[in-house]
């Protein structure tokens, strides 16, 4: 594990059953991202190892078991594939893509052409059409759950991983990009994985988050009080914005289909028929040059902050290393360790807010991170396996959505048809999706 005299666990073992780790790619509050290969095929992976701190709550465990099954049998374009949950070692075993996230690219290269980030959103929303069909909330929709492959393709990862709340009475989410019922601890919904998408499109168009709180409470404000950040964006975008961030969850669109088609009426009449081949190409030219010249990896002493995506203090993991397993010694202190950086923050919030100080800071424009930096780190969540998607505040399936122009909306051209197969029994060497293989 820390081997530089950080706050991992020094030699610390685990493994993941028919798999051999290589190398730790990022730590965060939800865990570690591992490189790793099947032991049997030799097939690329990426693992991601819950943090013990999340993996003891029951609650999680539960409503993580019922969704990495149906993520299991879950196939599609825009989404991450989970090959396989290792319950016992709380690994979610996920296909290898070469890629990078939103938030390396935009930190890189700044605002994104209005095609590119049209696209991307797109992309996500696609993913999102896919979850909820199945009865997923994704949950955490960040620049960071977003990667970017080689031919310019968004892709979902971290489907019901979300970060931990920092406050009691809070929802778990990022805060940059949490809907405002998630504030107030109303559960997550449809409408607030497609509030948060919203302010991932204007990330991409403006190079920064909506709200620029300096520190939670503010930012809190600003979420569920503060002016709609649609004057930021360019034209096309604004009604997509203002819609996407809506205060009242009734009034953003009944569905990741319905925002699609407003995306699809936005990106033809104010782009042209080929906007979508313009942004393809630009991103796929823009990540093929920053898979060339790569930001080192953040040292081993450092852990990718859920809030900010930038390098803080914390937890880390041994290239060559392994985790440590539930219930040992090495489990124990680093559940701990987790607490204890958890305590930290909740420390600095209470004694701001004593001296009626700025409270904790959240950097608005965080600093490149390893690739594939995590979404923020789930914690305790809700109890309970959801039978269907709650909807709760959120329009009627019937709404129409208002129309950005007068061009007859169509579905994006790239929509790919959503397969639930039957959920693969577990082995010990299961075979993972080909990751050398363009997901198109």
């Known amino acids: 594990m820390d081997q530089a005299g950080g706050h991992g666990v020094a030699g610390s073992r685990t493994h993941v059953s028919g798999y051999t780790l290589d190398r730790g790619i990022g730590v965060d509050r939800a865990g570690a991202l591992v490189d790793a290969h099947d032991t049997t095929t030799g097939s690329r992976v990426v ?34 594939s989970v090959i396989e949950f290792d319950d016992r070692h709380a690994a979610v075993v996920c296909e290898w893509v070469d890629a990078i996230t939103l938030r390396q690219l935009v930190d890189v290269s700044g605002r994104l052409p209005t095609t590119a980030a ?18 997923i909330i994704h949950r955490d929709v960040t620049p960071t759950a977003i990667l970017l492959d080689t031919d310019g393709t968004g892709i979902v990862r971290d489907a019901g991983v979300p970060a931990p709340s ?32 919203a302010g991932v499109l204007v990330d991409a168009l403006t190079a920064r988050p909506p709200y620029l709180g ?44 319905h925002f699609r088609r407003d995306v699809a009426i936005a990106g033809a009449a104010f782009l042209g028929p080929a906007w979508r081949e313009q942004g393809h190409a630009w991103l796929a030219v823009a990540v093929a040059d920053r898979l060339a010249d790569p930001v080192p990896a953040a040292p081993a002493t450092e852990v990718v902050d859920a809030d900010d995506d930038g390098p803080l203090p914390g937890l880390a993991i041994d290239a060559g290393g392994e985790m440590p397993r539930p219930g ?12 204890a950086v958890i305590a930290l ?51 009627p399936a019937t709404a129409t959505p208002t129309a950005i122009a007068t061009p007859t909306p ?27 293989t363009p997901k198109h």
Request: neutral net charge.
């Open 47 to 80: 693992i991601r190892l819950l943090s013990p701190a999340l993996w003891s709550d029951p609650g999680y465990r539960r409503q993580a078991r019922h969704d990495m099954r149906v993520l299991e049998a879950l196939r599609h374009q825009h989404l991450l």
């Open 328 to 339: 040992g010694v090495g489990w124990k202190v680093w559940s701990v360790a987790a607490a």
């Open 118 to 135: 049209l696209l991307v959103f797109d992309d996500a929303l696609a993913a999102l059409e896919a979850l909820h069909a199945a009865g």
């Open 410 to 436: 169509t579905l994006a051209p790239n929509t790919m048809p959503i397969t639930i197969a039957p959920a693969p029994a577990q082995s010990p060497t299961p075979t993972p999706t080909p990751s050398s």
């Open 214 to 257: 300096t520190d939670l409470t503010g930012l809190g404000v600003q979420h569920t009080q503060g002016a709609l950040p649609s004057e930021a964006v360019p034209l096309l975008a604004r009604e997509l914005v203002i819609r996407g961030l809506a205060k009242d969850p009734r009034d953003r669109p009944p569905s990741a289909t």
């Open 345 to 395: 923050i909740v420390m600095v919030i209470f004694a701001a807010k004593a001296l009626g100080g700025p409270g904790v800071q959240v950097s608005p424009t965080p600093p490149p991170g390893p690739l594939f930096t995590s979404t923020p780190t789930p914690g305790p969540t809700d109890a309970g396996l959801p039978t269907s998607i709650d909807t709760a505040g959120a329009a």
């Open 166 to 197: 920092l406050r009691r009475g809070w929802r778990a989410g990022t805060p940059q990009y949490m809907a405002p019922e998630l504030w107030a601890g109303r559960p997550h919904t449809v409408a607030t994985d497609l509030y948060a998408a």
